[in-house]
Structures are given as C-alpha cells and as structure tokens.
C-alpha cells in the first residue's frame, strides 16, 4: 500500500495527485479540522485511527447443538 498525506493551511480548488498514483484505484479522505496536528508527510503511522471502525457483522445465527465427546 502506498500512502501520502498533506496538510493544508487552505485548501486549494485543485489538490495535486502524485504521478504514481494516478490512474489507479484509491481512496480520498479529507478531514475539515482546525486544529489538526503538525506530522511529517508521507508516514503510514500518521493515518492511524482516521478511518471508521468496520461495520458491525450481520447476525451469523445459532450454534449448532453438538454432543460432548
């Protein structure tokens, strides 16, 4: 996986893409936060804890009743 994050004091009306990543399948998060905190671009660490938890599973049913061995 590849990653990058920029921050923005304004953000611009266009948002420059890396060449590497255009035209390939992805994914865009934009945060508005006025209080985001000063990370080094480009760490993978950085994007820990921004996206939501996975959905909760859809119910799998009743156990099946076995017998004790």
Same mark, same amino acid.
Not at 65 to 69: C, H, I, P, S
């Given at each position: 996986?590849? !990653? =990058?994050? =920029?921050? *923005?004091? !304004?953000?611009? !009306?266009?948002?420059?893409? $890396? /060449?590497e990543?255009?035209q390939?399948k992805g994914?865009?998060?934009?945060?508005?936060?006025?209080?985001?905190p000063r990370? /080094?671009?480009?760490?993978l /660490?950085?994007?820990?804890?921004?996206?939501p938890?996975? $959905?909760? +599973?859809a $119910?799998?049913g009743? *156990?099946e !009743? +076995?017998?004790?061995?």
């Open positions: 996986m590849n !990653a =990058t994050k =920029t921050i *923005y004091a !304004a953000i611009p !009306a266009i948002i420059q893409i $890396p /060449k990543f255009v390939k994914e865009i998060i934009i945060l508005i936060d006025e209080e985001l990370l /080094k671009p480009g760490l /660490k950085d994007f820990f804890g921004i996206l938890d996975f $959905p909760e +599973r $119910p799998q009743d *156990y !009743a +076995r017998e004790n061995l």
